[in-house]
């Protein structure tokens, strides 16, 4: 079966198109008399319910990155790339019982707004720049490319003849709902975006794993790739393996992992804002919760078809001929990891649940890029042009001010994407980078919340030091980068601690944040639930160290 879609195909794609654009406008409209706040826009009129927000966290987080990225990486790493979904379940719930009860208490709608509370404007501000940067530069044009390489492979013949029009398209899609409703157009159409991307995975994993064996079948599939490819099975990889540089071992369990994960789902912008639009503190943790659980199913729909993929390449005895698997994969930079999932869906996925499938891997993309639109206009509106631009606006300014400054982003963002060329496992090289920068500003948030003696003079010289030190550990030839992130966010806590002590001489700073342990006290049921996780993730680790 080649990549072309199927008139079937094309109208299933087409009824899921219309579906989340009628959806998105639909709750966007504005109520009879009743513009629209700039509480409504940029928090969904803080009324999200739980299941709203944890299915619009993970519709926000799965994107190209990791259908594509992280399936490529499964390819040519094997299952330790799972540590970053199922190390993130963890990492949830710490965000969920420590960081959000000091943020909604705030009545924060922005994470740089933290900043200006806990420090000064002027630190806020830099941030605000550096992260619309990320945003617009490396988050919203990789998603775009990586997006559009998989709907080239599945659509087209997949020599990047479509990769243009893909950009394009995703982006007005994207673009034609969240401009115009804000986070209430991205939120609710993330509940039907979670649920096709969950079936539409499940769909293509099962696919593959029929078509793995002579035989066929599921469980036979499953056994045989865990038979034949035990590497690929390893969690904590040793320092013999060629991939250790990028998952060193045990730091993925109590090491630069950590860094990683709560910088993402802690201080993230497009992430953490669904978050800061619940209903209630309760509501906004049971959400997380319920996101934790979710994650913890992911990588069944990203690593695994990845290690099928490695399999089929491999073709070892046991193993289904496929015709023009080998060259699949080769390209005149030698393996091409990030074509496994687009290859499974052309080759396995039938007429009619293509289009379900090709749905659902659109769903991952443009909700991303919806949720990475909404959180840039709201850093860029709340931050820059309020306090700088127009301190009298009204809320029609603001908002009409988030809806071209979204449009900006997104012409900016197809412009750079086609010049990314190709990424080698592009989900490690998206972390890899991002990390340089993201350990120093873990740390001035981390020192922020929890240490009522940091100063600002201190977070600004810890934040400038941190790319230093930064830099200096990546000229260290074959130096882990996640041992680079640990290290550079400890040093940095210490340059805060050190130069806020010089500066202080152990005083408590003026917007020190007072907490005890009635801040932290969560549910029943968010604790029932927590460690629910926490045994699963125990049992998994155990079973696939």
């Given at each position: 079966?080649?990549?072309?879609?199927?008139?079937?195909?094309?109208?299933?794609?087409?009824?899921?198109?219309?579906?989340?654009?009628?959806?998105?406008?639909?709750?966007?409209?504005?109520?009879?008399?009743?513009?629209?706040?700039?509480?409504?826009?940029?928090?969904?009129?803080?009324?999200?319910?739980?299941?709203?927000?944890?299915?619009?966290?993970?519709?926000?987080?799965?994107?190209?990155?990791?259908?594509?990225?992280?399936?490529?990486?499964?390819?040519?790493?094997?299952?330790?790339?799972?540590?970053?979904?199922?190390?993130?379940?963890?990492?949830?719930?710490?965000?969920?019982?420590?960081?959000?009860?000091?943020?909604?208490?705030?009545?924060?709608?922005?994470?740089?707004?933290?900043?200006?509370?806990?420090?000064?404007?002027?630190?806020?501000?830099?941030?605000?720049?550096?992260?619309?940067?990320?945003?617009?530069?490396?988050?919203?044009?990789?998603?775009?490319?990586?997006?559009?390489?998989?709907?080239?492979?599945?659509?087209?013949?997949?020599?990047?003849?479509?990769?243009?029009?893909?950009?394009?398209?995703?982006?007005?899609?994207?673009?034609?709902?969240?401009?115009?409703?804000?986070?209430?157009?991205?939120?609710?159409?993330?509940?039907?975006?979670?649920?096709?991307?969950?079936?539409?995975?499940?769909?293509?994993?099962?696919?593959?794993?029929?078509?793995?064996?002579?035989?066929?079948?599921?469980?036979?599939?499953?056994?045989?790739?865990?038979?034949?490819?035990?590497?690929?099975?390893?969690?904590?990889?040793?320092?013999?393996?060629?991939?250790?540089?990028?998952?060193?071992?045990?730091?993925?369990?109590?090491?630069?992992?950590?860094?990683?994960?709560?910088?993402?789902?802690?201080?993230?912008?497009?992430?953490?804002?669904?978050?800061?639009?619940?209903?209630?503190?309760?509501?906004?943790?049971?959400?997380?919760?319920?996101?934790?659980?979710?994650?913890?199913?992911?990588?069944?729909?990203?690593?695994?078809?990845?290690?099928?993929a490695y399999v089929m390449y491999m073709s070892p005895d046991g193993t289904a001929t496929i015709d023009?698997?080998?060259?699949?994969?080769?390209?005149?930079?030698?393996?091409?990891?990030?074509?496994?999932?687009?290859?499974?869906?052309?080759?396995?996925?039938?007429?009619?649940?293509?289009?379900?499938?090709?749905?659902?891997?659109?769903?991952?993309?443009?909700?991303?890029?919806?949720?990475?639109?909404?959180?840039?206009?709201?850093?860029?509106?709340?931050?820059?042009?309020?306090?700088?631009?127009?301190?009298?606006?009204?809320?029609?300014?603001?908002?009409?001010?988030?809806?071209?400054?979204?449009?900006?982003?997104?012409?900016?963002?197809?412009?750079?994407?086609?010049?990314?060329?190709?990424?080698?496992?592009?989900?490690?090289?998206?972390?890899?980078?991002?990390?340089?920068?993201?350990?120093?500003?873990?740390?001035?948030?981390?020192?922020?919340?929890?240490?009522?003696?940091?100063?600002?003079?201190?977070?600004?010289?810890?934040?400038?030091?941190?790319?230093?030190?930064?830099?200096?550990?990546?000229?260290?030839?074959?130096?882990?980068?996640?041992?680079?992130?640990?290290?550079?966010?400890?040093?940095?806590?210490?340059?805060?601690?050190?130069?806020s002590y010089l500066q202080n001489r152990w005083m408590v700073d003026d917007k020190g944040i007072a907490?005890?342990?009635?801040?932290?006290t969560t549910s029943t049921g968010f604790n029932i639930a927590s460690y629910v996780i926490l045994i699963?993730?125990?049992?998994?680790?155990?079973?696939?160290?």
């Open positions: 079966m080649n990549g072309n879609l199927s008139l079937l195909d094309y109208i299933i794609f087409a009824a899921y198109a219309v579906l989340i654009l009628g959806v998105g406008l639909w709750v966007s409209r504005d109520k009879k008399g009743h513009q629209k706040s700039a509480e409504d826009y940029f928090l969904a009129g803080k009324s999200l319910p739980w299941w709203a927000i944890g299915a619009s966290l993970i519709a926000a987080n799965i994107s190209a990155e990791q259908f594509i990225g992280m399936s490529g990486s499964g390819f040519a790493i094997g299952l330790a790339i799972a540590s970053y979904e199922w190390m993130a379940a963890f990492t949830l719930i710490i965000v969920g019982k420590y960081f959000l009860p000091v943020f909604i208490e705030k009545g924060l709608y922005t994470i740089p707004e933290f900043i200006e509370k806990r420090f000064s404007t002027n630190l806020k501000s830099i941030l605000a720049v550096f992260w619309i940067a990320l945003f617009v530069f490396v988050n919203l044009t990789s998603v775009l490319y990586l997006g559009a390489k998989a709907i080239d492979t599945v659509v087209g013949t997949g020599d990047g003849s479509m990769i243009i029009y893909s950009i394009i398209g995703l982006a007005m899609f994207a673009a034609a709902y969240s401009l115009w409703g804000g986070l209430s157009a991205v939120a609710w159409t993330d509940v039907i975006q979670v649920v096709l991307l969950i079936i539409g995975g499940l769909i293509t994993t099962y696919l593959a794993l029929d078509n793995v064996t002579p035989e066929g079948g599921v469980m036979a599939g499953l056994k045989h790739i865990y038979n034949v490819a035990p590497d690929h099975f390893q969690m904590i990889l040793n320092k013999d393996h060629l991939e250790y540089i990028n998952l060193p071992g045990i730091a993925v369990l109590v090491g630069g992992m950590w860094v990683a994960n709560l910088y993402y789902w802690g201080f993230n912008q497009y992430i953490i804002q669904r978050t800061l639009a619940a209903k209630s503190l309760r509501e906004s943790q049971k959400g997380i919760i319920f996101a934790g659980f979710l994650k913890l199913i992911v990588p069944l729909i990203v690593v695994i078809p990845g290690i099928i023009g698997v080998k060259e699949a994969f080769v390209s005149a930079d030698g393996i091409n990891n990030d074509k496994a999932y687009p290859w499974l869906i052309s080759r396995f996925v039938p007429v009619g649940l293509k289009g379900l499938v090709l749905a659902a891997l659109s769903a991952a993309i443009v909700s991303s890029l919806a949720s990475m639109l909404n959180s840039t206009a709201t850093i860029f509106t709340m931050d820059i042009y309020r306090p700088y631009i127009n301190k009298r606006a009204t809320d029609k300014q603001t908002v009409n001010t988030g809806r071209i400054t979204a449009f900006v982003a997104i012409v900016v963002a197809c412009i750079i994407a086609p010049n990314l060329g190709t990424l080698p496992q592009a989900f490690q090289f998206i972390q890899e980078y991002t990390g340089i920068v993201s350990p120093g500003i873990l740390a001035v948030f981390l020192m922020g919340l929890f240490w009522r003696w940091a100063t600002n003079r201190a977070a600004i010289i810890g934040v400038v030091i941190s790319m230093f030190i930064a830099g200096g550990l990546k000229l260290i030839p074959d130096f882990p980068w996640m041992h680079q992130m640990m290290i550079t966010c400890v040093a940095t806590m210490v340059v805060i601690a050190f130069v907490i005890d342990r009635k801040t932290f699963v993730l125990t049992l998994l680790y155990v079973v696939f160290w």
